[in-house]
């Protein structure tokens, strides 16, 4: 009777060899999918970034329209992450606008994904040249109308670029494309400076 219970089991698991293939066979698809699985977080940062910026733009157009005081929204890209703040922007006489001399409500951009440098603000002009936003600071200034402001130098088209420190792209961008403050999204080649 034990003699026939021996006869009947057979002896489960697998080999060495076998177990060998099949973590090799893991190993080289985890090394032909991952850069795509790097991509795709790239470009999820990136579109998260994006939006973020086009909804801080269109906070600040709204307070200012609601509040009735000039807004702006202020771009940091020196800091350790690139943030922005939305601040109060009052003219002088001149029609000038000063921006405050500290700002304390800075929100860092893609809860902090972004790595410094990866935001670019440009403007351009009607002849197209691109050209650095305000000397000192990075600010698109909205006034009680939601429109860009007259005492901005930011020209109609103003382009914010949020963009990949991994290549080219991808890359992503919100353009104010008039003067009214339409906003635009573009991506990757489209986003051209």
Do not use: H
């Amino acid at each position: 009777m034990k003699r026939q219970r021996l006869l009947n089991s057979s002896t489960a698991g697998f080999t060495l060899l076998e177990v060998l293939v099949v973590v090799i066979m893991i190993a080289v698809l985890a090394a032909i999918a991952a850069p795509g699985w790097l991509a795709f977080l790239n470009q999820q940062r990136v579109g998260k970034a994006r939006n973020q910026l086009t909804q801080a733009i269109r906070d600040a157009q709204e307070q200012a329209k609601r509040t009735k005081v000039n807004r702006a929204v202020v771009f940091d890209n020196n800091s350790d992450s690139p943030r922005f703040a939305i601040v109060s922007i009052v003219p002088n006489s001149n029609n000038q606008c000063s921006l405050p001399a500290s700002v304390t409500n800075w929100t860092n951009l893609g809860s902090g994904e972004i790595q410094q440098g990866n935001v670019r603000l440009t403007t351009k002009t009607e002849t197209g040249t691109v050209q650095n936003a305000l000397a000192s600071r990075d600010v698109l200034i909205f006034d009680t109308y939601g429109n860009i402001a007259p005492c901005s130098t930011v020209q109609p088209f103003f382009t914010i670029t949020v963009q990949s420190t991994s290549g080219i792209n991808p890359r992503r961008c919100v353009r104010v494309a008039s003067i009214l403050g339409a906003l635009q999204e573009d991506s990757d080649a489209a986003c051209q400076s």
